[in-house]
């Protein structure tokens, strides 16, 4: 069975440009979930959707990130302008339709370098 | 204070030793605990999840004590491919459609 599939694997960029991370969830998980980590700062919770619709963006850092999902099988993180801060390595995470007692399952991740 | 809280080690053990490590939570409404370990430069996986009587999966243990709100992880008989950073996750509510407090990790070493 196919997981979570996220794109690009890696990045590499300079700041000021616009960064587009894309993620495919399992099939049929109605719930999708965006993460950060860092060395610094862990895993952290950017946003999450329950099918299609944002549940939760406080994690989201600030008005430079964007999320989408306009289907139940895409979802797109975006950060414009990008800066160095933003380098870590973003994760998408999808979990079984209608199952608040089930794990998440993570994407391979993106590993997000700003110049 | 953190929402799930680990001693970030790292604990290192000697190959086919035995080394167990809790995490404590803070909400009581809690109602999902899981153990992800999560290897180097990769994407956190699901070990297990922890049930109230506490359960097994091979020569790992987890164990769940509600009132004291701490979760633990036995490994026994530690092999090399043991080694990795283990998180304790839980959930954040009743409401909370689902959604995970992640510790920031215990690193468990295993030596030969």
């Known amino acids: 069975d196919a997981g979570v599939i996220q794109s690009p694997r890696h990045e590499v960029t300079e700041m000021g440009q616009e960064v587009t991370l894309r993620c495919k969830p399992i099939?049929?998980?109605?719930?999708l979930f965006w993460y950060r980590q860092t060395m610094m700062r862990g895993l952290e919770l950017l946003i999450y959707?329950?099918?299609?619709?944002?549940?939760?963006d406080s994690g989201m850092p600030e008005d430079r990130f964007s999320a989408k999902m306009p289907n139940a099988s895409f979802s797109t993180l975006k950060i414009q302008p990008s800066e160095p801060r933003d380098s870590a390595v973003y994760f998408c995470a999808s979990r079984p339709k209608d199952r608040l007692d089930q794990p998440q399952h993570f994407g391979d991740g993106t590993r997000l370098s700003i110049l | 204070r953190k929402e799930v809280e680990q001693d970030p080690g790292p604990f290192n053990v000697p190959e086919g030793a035995t080394v167990a490590f809790n995490c404590t939570y803070s909400n009581s409404a809690s109602q999902s605990f899981f153990w992800y370990r999560q290897d180097c430069r990769k994407e956190p996986k699901l070990l297990m999840s922890?049930?109230?009587s506490g359960n097994e999966d091979g020569r790992f243990t987890a164990q769940l004590n509600r009132a004291s709100q701490y979760i633990s992880l036995l490994i026994r008989d530690s092999k090399l491919s043991d080694s990795a950073t283990y998180l304790c996750?839980?959930?954040?509510?009743?409401?909370?459609?689902?959604?995970?407090?992640f510790g920031a990790g215990t690193q468990v070493v295993v030596t030969p």
């Open positions: 996750v839980v959930s954040a509510g009743v409401d909370s459609w689902g959604k995970l407090q």
């Open positions: 959707f329950n099918n299609n619709v944002p549940i939760d």
């Open positions: 922890v049930y109230s």
């Open positions: 099939s049929g998980h109605n719930s």
